[in-house]
């Protein structure tokens, strides 16, 4: 009975130590790494011992799967995963257990810029049911004495065809998941959840990127849904419930003088509930480059602020952004098919700068009328040329027109 009991472990520990060098195979369960899950103890040292392994993985062997186990919790100091030594067969990370952040600021092991960074990997696939949650809140009214600014959570940077999907991304204290450097990425049912009220807690930022695909997910969070920053181009945004938050935003583009650009843009079937704003692109003035070719269509509406909005002087909430000669160039951008409400009385923004203003914005079948009874909406508009069609509230700047056709 004893004998085969030991024969038993000692099969057991061989096939385990295989299982840690990874001959044969294909699958690393952190588990198997010395990650414990009990939500208290630091698993980051064995996270990393599984994906290190996971990357060694030769391609005849197939895609190398790191397994984050349901039912467990795992406690995570800022980690750096990095796949410079990788091959380019990729990896695939499926998350089912929740991965958190240390609650307290201070126990948090040095200042860094995201918790949980990606780097230098092609063909990641991360994919799961499980939970990324960053405990931010904390953060969001904390002075301490380290005085380390708040960290982005998830960040992907280099990581061309990535594909991230399933997950519920909670509480980050600042933005959830940041992407820059990076073509070709997929981005699907996600639900990322953080409060009205938090401050900075972006849902997605992309940056200097493109071929971005992001989809059939629910942002619900204290800052912009999505952001698409300098050097977004081609993304296409689709079936995104945005609320509360402040909407789906290309910019802050110019930035302290810089040249910075999006273009490129489609946001298609979103719907924005409660939130400050809907479409939205903004710029500082003093900058210089682009936001251009630019489109939102069938897009609802439930009591936004403002709705559709372009503002040139942005200034981050303050009001003393010196006026400039300079500014991000803001062009060929088109509305079609808003329906909905508004809970301000201006439904619709267009305050450009004297130079270089606005220029061909096209507006068609938009229907925005107060989520306050007896209350009239109306549209600002300063410096922006273009057309519009079967639009209400009429846009004064813009060009009324019957022309049912559009180009972008
Ligand atoms: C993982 O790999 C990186 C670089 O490839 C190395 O610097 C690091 O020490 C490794 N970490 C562990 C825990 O094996
Ligand atoms: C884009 O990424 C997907 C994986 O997400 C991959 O299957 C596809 O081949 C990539 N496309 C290109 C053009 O590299
Ligand atoms: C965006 O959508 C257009 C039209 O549906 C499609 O042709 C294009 O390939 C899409 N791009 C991405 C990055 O998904
Ligand atoms: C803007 O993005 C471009 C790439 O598209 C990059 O080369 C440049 O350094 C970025 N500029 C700033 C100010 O971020
Ligand atoms: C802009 O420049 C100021 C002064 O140099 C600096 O404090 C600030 O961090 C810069 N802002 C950004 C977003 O780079
Ligand atoms: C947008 O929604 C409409 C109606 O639900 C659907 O017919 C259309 O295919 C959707 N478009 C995209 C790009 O998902
Ligand atoms: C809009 O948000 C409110 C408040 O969160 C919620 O009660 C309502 O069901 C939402 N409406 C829709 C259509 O999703
Ligand atoms: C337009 O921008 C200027 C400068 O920031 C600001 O003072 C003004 O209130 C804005 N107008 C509207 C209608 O938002
Ligand atoms: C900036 O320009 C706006 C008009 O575009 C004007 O109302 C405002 O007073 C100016 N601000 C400063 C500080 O010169
Ligand atoms: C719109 O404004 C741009 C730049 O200010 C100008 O080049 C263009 O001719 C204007 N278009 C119309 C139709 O006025
Ligand atoms: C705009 O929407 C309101 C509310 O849904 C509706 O009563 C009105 O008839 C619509 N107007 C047009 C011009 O479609
Ligand atoms: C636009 O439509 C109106 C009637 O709705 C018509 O009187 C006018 O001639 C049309 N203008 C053009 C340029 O087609």
Redesign the pocket.
């Known amino acids: 009975m004893s004998y085969v009991l030991v024969s038993l472990l000692i099969f057991y520990i061989i096939a385990s130590s295989n299982f840690s060098l990874g001959y044969g195979q294909t699958t690393f369960n952190v588990l198997d790494y010395g990650a414990v899950g009990n939500g208290q103890i630091d698993d980051s040292k064995a996270f990393v011992k599984a994906w290190n392994a996971s990357c060694l993985t030769k391609a005849s062997k197939g895609t190398p799967t790191l397994v984050i186990p349901a039912e467990k919790t795992f406690l995570l100091q800022p980690t750096i995963f990095s796949g410079s030594s990788s091959s380019n067969i990729g990896v695939r990370v499926e998350i089912l257990g929740k991965i958190v952040a240390p609650k307290n600021p201070d126990a948090w092991k040095g200042c860094v810029e995201s918790w949980l960074s990606f780097g230098d990997v092609t063909n990641l696939i991360i994919y799961g049911t499980g939970e990324i949650n960053g405990q931010g809140s904390l953060w969001w009214s904390y002075v301490s004495t380290v005085q380390c600014p708040r960290p982005k959570a998830l960040h992907f940077s280099k990581c061309n065809n990535l594909e991230l999907s399933g997950l519920t991304h909670v509480d980050s204290p600042k933005g959830h998941i940041s992407i820059t450097h990076s073509n070709n990425v997929t981005i699907s049912n996600l639900h990322i959840r953080a409060p009205q009220t938090s401050p900075n807690t972006d849902g997605i930022d992309i940056s200097v990127s493109s071929h971005v695909n992001i989809?059939d997910s629910i942002i619900e969070t204290g800052d912009d849904c999505i952001a698409l920053n300098n050097g977004s181009s081609f993304i296409n945004i689709?079936?995104i419930a945005c609320g509360p938050g402040h909407g789906i935003s290309v910019g802050s583009l110019g930035v302290n003088g810089s040249y910075q650009t999006a273009e490129e843009i489609y946001v298609?079937?979103c719907s924005f509930n409660g939130t400050q704003n809907g479409a939205r692109i903004k710029t500082w003035q003093g900058g210089s480059g682009y936001a251009r070719k630019i489109l939102f269509e069938?897009i609802t509406l439930i009591a936004v602020n403002h709705p559709i909005i372009i503002d040139q002087h942005y200034c981050n909430g303050r009001h003393d952004c010196a006026n400039a000669t300079r500014a991000v160039n803001v062009s060929d951008v088109t509305y079609n098919d808003f329906q909905g409400t508004s809970s301000s009385k201006e439904a619709i923004v267009f305050n450009c700068t004297q130079t270089p203003g606005c220029s061909n914005i096209v507006m068609k079948q938009i229907n925005i009328t107060s989520a306050i009874q007896s209350q009239n909406i109306s549209a600002y508009c300063s410096n922006a040329n273009g057309t519009f069609s079967t639009t209400v509230p009429q846009v004064p700047c813009l060009l009324k027109t019957n022309s049912t056709s559009f180009n972008l």
Do not use: G, I
Request: aromatic share 0%; proline share 0%; glycine share 0%.
């Open positions: 989809h689709t079936n298609r079937n069938h």
